[in-house]
């Protein structure tokens, strides 16, 4: 399987997506790493990577000790 796509992609598109949608909203709380993890039947490794490139690219915002959330987009694109 040469074409493959790696299941973090899987991932990372499948939460832009239902953000997208509105099924995830700005400050919702994302479920656990392990729950997501569960979820999408692979490991929490996996689901950090996804989580950890929507952070960097603001869509997501990690509070520590919290959990992670849906970032609120800045006024400019409301």
Do not use: C, H
């Not at 099924?23 to 999408?40: F, M, N, V």
């Amino acid at each position: 399987m040469p074409n493959a796509v790696p299941l973090w992609r899987v991932i990372r598109d499948d939460l832009r997506a239902r953000i997208k949608a509105g099924i995830l909203k700005p400050g919702d709380k994302l479920p656990s790493t392990r729950e997501l993890a569960d979820q999408y039947e692979t490991s929490p490794v996996t689901v950090r990577k996804a989580v950890d490139i929507l952070i960097e690219s603001g869509e997501l915002l990690g509070r520590q000790g919290m959990g992670v959330f849906v970032a609120i987009p800045p006024a400019s694109d409301r």
